[in-house]
């Protein structure tokens, strides 16, 4: 029984090839003389451990056939043994396994051309490009049938897109923003100080407008061509908000920041360097510099933990705002769980923020919390996303009127809902809440927006 199930070409008999049989038959030859060496009692404990491991096989239980089916081919290894082994490990992720077992099938017959497909794809799975590309145009010289051609071709195109040296994208966006609180300021007009009390002009306590929001921002990615190494990326962005009343409080932003990535298996280093200019309302407000190091590593599929640093230094255009120059660190380290082949990902984040001002009263530190969840719905192409951060300001000093050193606790919560159509466009409406609670009245505010947004990406 054991040698006839083992010595069966069920599983191969999708091939449908002429092929040279000496070298099958003499594996073959191999494995029947290891069985008639066997007692009869070691033959139907072979014959029942190839049972229950093509019963777990054919259920797709793949994890649990694996160990079965390596402790057969360490007894008696045939073709069909060295094909349930190899398609097997490539369906749990043991690649390189796949790939030693299709190699071996491959030298005993080169014209087994669905292995040397699964062998490409195994290829591919780890980033050797080549050796795939090789495997698909030796199978392409068979003059394969039309379907299994469409499959090469499309494998050949991911080849192509991977193998690349340059990469970009675009993504813009116009749209419409309604602001509960344009001007960041208290509720009241009235506030208790220190000597009495502060008066604000109109613009300066809560008020609310419409703007209108545009959104640009491009990328470049040069790669060098190793399948694990040094990468270049450029990044530029752009924002405006022009609003419809309070044009005191528009703003305008644009980002440039360029460095290397270096990429291994399971590691990301990337080392960007950055300007950035901003305009508050119709004046040049400031510019920085920053540099932003980052290192993530995937312990496996579904986690991995990222470790981010950041340097701001910023100068103000106008003299008035001299005490506002400052030098600012971050450190953040940000845990992320994937789930369901990344339709789900869930991620949090503890930081800690140290800001040097002119003036100690605009000088802190400030530790947040970063909770945020990700879920992308492939059969309507609709995208959602939520974050909530918790973040404390310790002030160096008191602001002016006040008695006290500055504490801020600020709460802020974002939605955003997506929904791309046509392939290339996309909508979305984006909340955005902030509560900050303060110890100085004068900075004490909530603000809620409400966005909605079109644009097109590619």
């Not at 195994?122 to 050797?128: E, P, V, W």
């Not at 993504?171 to 009241?188: C, H, K, L, M, W």
């Not at 044009?247 to 298996?265: E, Q």
Request: with cysteine; glycine share 4%.
């Amino acid at each position: 029984m054991a040698q006839e199930q083992i010595l069966q070409s069920d599983s191969l008999s999708e091939v449908n090839e002429t092929t040279d049989q000496a070298g099958p038959k003499q594996i073959n030859k191999k494995a029947v003389e290891k069985l008639r060496k066997m007692t009869p009692e070691e033959v139907a404990a072979l014959d029942k451990k190839l049972a229950e491991a093509l019963t777990l096989y054919y259920d797709t239980k793949y994890g649990q056939a694996l160990p079965i089916f390596k402790e057969i081919a360490e007894q008696v290894e045939t073709m069909e043994v060295m094909w349930w082994l190899g398609t097997t490990a490539m369906a749990t992720g043991n690649i390189c396994l796949a790939i030693e077992e299709f190699t071996k099938m491959l030298a005993i017959n080169p014209e087994l051309n669905r292995v040397r497909l699964d062998l490409a794809l195994a290829f591919f799975k780890l980033g050797f490009y080549d050796n795939a590309r090789e495997e698909l145009k030796k199978v392409e010289a068979a003059k394969p049938p039309e379907a299994v051609q469409k499959n090469i071709d499309k494998l050949l195109a991911a080849i192509a897109e991977k193998t690349r040296k340059v990469s970009w994208n675009i993504r813009f966006s116009q749209g419409i923003t309604y602001d509960t609180n344009v001007s960041a300021g208290p509720n009241e007009r009235e506030l208790e100080v220190w000597g009495g009390t502060l008066t604000l002009d109109s613009d300066s306590r809560k008020i609310s407008d419409k703007a209108l929001v545009t959104s640009l921002q491009g990328n470049a990615l040069y790669d060098f061509g190793q399948r694990q190494g040094f990468m270049w990326n450029t990044v530029a962005v752009f924002y405006n908000s022009a609003y419809r009343t309070y044009s005191k409080y528009d703003f305008m932003m644009a980002d440039i920041k360029t460095g290397p990535w270096w990429i291994g298996r399971r590691d990301i280093l990337k080392c960007p360097v950055g300007y950035k200019e901003q305009y508050y309302g119709s004046d040049r407000l400031s510019n920085i510099i920053h540099v932003d190091p980052g290192y993530e590593h995937y312990f496996c599929r579904y986690f991995s933990m990222k470790a981010l640093y950041s340097y701001n230094k910023e100068s103000f255009y106008n003299d008035e705002n001299r005490s506002l120059e400052n030098k600012t660190h971050l450190y953040e380290i940000s845990p992320s769980i994937y789930l369901a082949n990344r339709r789900h990902i869930i991620s949090g984040s503890v930081g800690y923020e140290n800001r040097d001002a002119e003036a100690s009263r605009f000088s802190y530190n400030a530790r947040r919390y970063m909770l945020s969840y990700y879920t992308r719905f492939p059969t309507t192409n609709t995208e959602f996303f939520l974050r909530y951060q918790w973040t404390k300001k310790d002030y160096k000093d008191k602001p002016i009127l006040y008695t006290q050193d500055r504490e801020d606790r600020r709460h802020a919560v974002t939605t955003v809902i997506s929904q791309q159509f046509c392939e290339y466009f996309f909508a979305s409406l984006v909340f955005n809440y902030t509560d900050n609670n303060s110890n100085a009245s004068l900075y004490e505010f909530d603000k809620e927006t409400y966005s909605f947004n079109v644009g097109f990406t590619f």
